[in-house]
């Protein structure tokens, strides 16, 4: 069965560092522009990055340009999301989505979702 799963959350302190990864399994991931959101408790659910399946385009969030990078291994079937000096305000359960788009406007389809990660930025 076709699935993604998050996985490399956790609790980090700011000024740390970690990498959130997405691995796909059932299907490959080489055709799939790849979207990171991630949705804190009482708020809406926020782009965070993306990266197209050509690796050409990227998009990152002003919360977290210059500090974020998205990457992908094809062979690994996998997408990461390294996070550098996260802040407080970083924290939120990270979801991981699949879709023909690199863009984290809303309404677009998303052929595959998956659970989340949570991430904790605290002292």
């Known amino acids: 069965q076709a699935q993604l799963v998050e996985s490399g959350g956790g609790l980090v302190q700011p000024g740390g560092s970690l990498i959130l990864s997405c691995a796909a399994s059932?299907?490959?991931?080489?055709?799939?522009?790849i979207v990171w959101f991630r949705q804190a408790p009482g708020k809406e659910r926020e782009g965070v990055s993306c990266?197209?399946?050509?690796?050409?385009?990227?998009y990152y969030a002003d919360s977290v340009k210059g500090r974020d990078t998205i990457s992908r291994d094809n062979a690994k079937n996998t997408v990461y999301l390294q996070m550098n000096s996260p802040k407080p305000e970083d924290t939120a359960v990270y979801y991981c989505?699949?879709?023909?788009?690199?863009?984290?406007?809303?309404?677009?389809?998303?052929?595959?979702w998956g659970q989340g990660t949570q991430v904790t930025v605290s002292s």
């Open positions: 059932g299907f490959t991931l080489d055709n799939y522009a």
């Open positions: 989505a699949a879709g023909s788009e690199c863009t984290v406007v809303r309404g677009i389809p998303r052929d595959y």
């Open positions: 990266i197209s399946s050509s690796r050409r385009n990227t």
